[in-house]
């Protein structure tokens, strides 16, 4: 893959000399922090594209100055304290690491106590992982304590599920402290991309975590949100820095510099003659390790069955084909089964079916009928299905956590709720998702590459939603983003779709972003095209735009005024595409599903 650097000019040529010198990616903070990282204000941010959030502090060429007492771990800091005091390296390189942070002083009083006295600014940031990990440990503790006063069923269940989302936001934490001690200035744009992934999906499980409790009794909820405040600051101080740092240095790059050009049969240049044959493979006839059939011709009658027998924590992909049959089962693909394949004979015939929902007591995040956690799940020629129906209100039929997750030629169907893009990167192709409200929702950044988008006869009363992403944090790397895709009507809709009103979207979280391009949007979809919240929430934080679709549901003239619909060009939405969003050539291709790298 491309290290993120090019050649050209003296700007780029003294970046790379600040990394090679130091060897240590923190001083490029050091850098940030003395050239003004926040002078941008901060409404703006999602104007860079590149993922939405980058800006380029280096206008002019201007020249990185080397402070190496800080990059180096060790030497005397200069004071540029308000009265000109004295103060310890120490406590300066820690002012130092904390400066481009949402949460200055609880980065600050927190390494002062864990840091001791080291100038070492790389273990610095490593030291706010640690104590970030340390406090959400201490918050599982405490959600045991509060389980054993709880009275309220519901919340009693949220804590149960707070324990589980708060080693998931463990395990990625864990995963970006060892990320920094493995940095090598080849590997910067995947390294920066990759922590900031992981800590935007510390961040979602942490707030998934608070989200349980909304509508129960009780102070759990309260206590529990009390509990994880200091666990929720460093981990948007660590999103923080590393943000900076990328933004410092500049990640965002033309499409040309990364030498990846699609030819019209979707076959990437840069692929090797081995990687070829892999494509040709996955596309055709692999043999499974393992084979479910619902009839009894196969070892396994259940997916679950079959699932006792995959390898845990395995670098190699491991394929289980299920066949046709209609699986009434609740599958979760654990955290630690990384690298699984999965594929049926078809999305309506192959499917996995199940009617857990929140009207019958369950909490949303545990309504799926199929979840995938562990990292690089591929899942192909399947349906999933929660047949709960309109009347349980939340029930999701797939949640996905999987980090470069691929779902591709999948039916997934649902009313409210149904595909639960829950975290992490993920690519679908070539789908059709079917729902009433909110039925692709979630924190990921994920790409739906002609997809169908298919809304469904609702309640009565309700007014139907397509998306709501759940962006907290201005500089997470999240968006659920459209490409070439159909949003259309199921034919039992239609009748009623002046009555039962459809919304592309609404603002689920403060920072909401999605993006539609390319698209064919039919008239169902209400001239306004996005919904609110409740009240102004959201409204001058979100981030949607709408660029280059076609049909009736796509005249703009009439869209809402909100402050954070944007009218970007398509040079701008180039950035939201699968190579520069999601990295998508580097894992997208080799599996041989059709896949367009940039503009459809």
């Not at 990990?133 to 389980?147: G, P, Y």
């Not at 030629?409 to 729902?435: E, K, M, P, V, W």
């Not at 993006?515 to 934080?541: C, R």
Request: with cysteine; charged share 25%.
């Amino acid at each position: 893959m491309s290290n993120g650097f090019d050649a050209e000019g003296d700007k780029k040529k003294k970046k790379i000399a600040v990394i090679s010198v130091s060897s240590l990616i923190l001083v490029a903070m050091v850098v940030a922090v003395t050239v003004g990282v926040n002078n941008a204000p901060h409404e703006d941010l999602d104007d860079g594209g590149g993922g939405g959030d980058l800006h380029d502090h280096g206008d002019d060429g201007g020249d990185v100055h080397d402070h190496g007492d800080y990059g180096g771990g060790g030497g005397d800091a200069h004071d540029h304290g308000d009265d000109g005091e004295k103060i310890s390296s120490s406590t300066k390189a820690i002012k130092t690491i904390c400066q481009p942070t949402d949460y200055k002083e609880t980065c600050e009083e927190s390494l002062m106590v864990e840091a001791g006295n080291t100038t070492d600014l790389k273990e610095l940031v490593k030291a706010g992982f640690k104590i970030a990990v340390e406090k959400l440990n201490a918050a599982i503790r405490n959600s045991t304590t509060l389980q054993e006063l709880a009275k309220d069923p519901r919340a009693n269940q949220a804590l149960q599920n707070c324990r589980e989302l708060l080693e998931y936001a463990i395990d990625d934490l864990h995963d970006s402290y060892h990320r920094i001690g493995t940095f090598h200035v080849s590997k910067f744009e995947e390294f920066v991309n990759d922590l900031k992934i992981w800590l935007s999906a510390a961040l979602t499980y942490e707030q998934t975590c608070l989200d349980g409790f909304e509508n129960t009794t009780g102070d759990s909820g309260e206590r529990m949100k009390e509990f994880l405040k200091s666990a929720q600051e460093m981990t948007t101080n660590g999103l923080g820095i590393v943000s900076e740092l990328s933004n410092i240095l500049g990640t965002l790059h033309e499409p040309a510099a990364t030498g990846r050009r699609l030819l019209d049969t979707d076959m990437p240049l840069w692929v090797s003659d081995g990687k070829r044959r892999l494509m040709q493979l996955e596309t055709g006839a692999i043999k499974p390790d393992l084979v479910v059939a619902q009839d009894g011709s196969g070892k396994y009658k259940t997916i679950n069955e079959a699932l006792v027998d995959v390898p845990m924590k395995s670098n190699k992909t491991f394929v289980i084909y299920v066949k046709a049959g209609i699986y009434k089962e609740i599958v979760v693909i654990p955290k630690h089964m990384t690298h699984l394949t999965m594929y049926g004979d078809g999305p309506t015939k192959s499917v996995v079916t199940g009617n857990l929902n929140f009207v019958d007591g369950i909490q949303t995040f545990k309504t799926a009928t199929f979840a995938a956690i562990g990292a690089n799940f591929f899942v192909r020629d399947m349906g999933f299905v929660n047949s709960a129906g309109p009347t349980k209100h939340q029930a999701v039929a797939l949640r996905i956590q999987s980090d470069r997750a691929i779902i591709y030629n999948c039916q997934i169907d649902g009313f409210q709720d149904t595909l639960y893009a829950h975290a992490n990167r993920q690519f679908y192709r070539d789908c059709t998702i079917s729902g009433t409200i909110d039925f692709v929702f979630g924190n990921s950044a994920a790409i739906f590459q002609n997809c169908k988008l298919v809304v469904r006869k609702p309640l009565d009363n309700q007014q139907c939603i397509v998306t709501a992403h759940g962006r907290l944090n201005r500089r997470e790397p999240t968006a659920l983003i459209f490409q070439g895709c159909h949003f259309m009507g199921d034919p039992a809709y239609l009748p009623f779709k002046k009555v039962n009103k459809a919304y592309l979207g609404r603002p689920w979280k403060q920072y909401s972003r999605t993006i539609i391009m390319g698209s064919q949007i039919d008239d169902l979809i209400q001239p306004e095209g996005w919904l609110p919240w409740m009240g102004d929430f959201g409204l001058n934080t979100l981030f949607y735009a709408e660029v280059q679709n076609r049909g009736p549901g796509a005249d703009q003239s009439h869209r809402v005024k909100w402050r954070g619909i944007r009218h970007i060009t398509p040079q701008h939405a180039a950035s939201y595409t699968a190579r520069r969003f999601i990295d998508g050539d580097a894992w997208i291709p080799v599996r041989g599903v059709p896949y367009s790298s940039g503009m459809m």
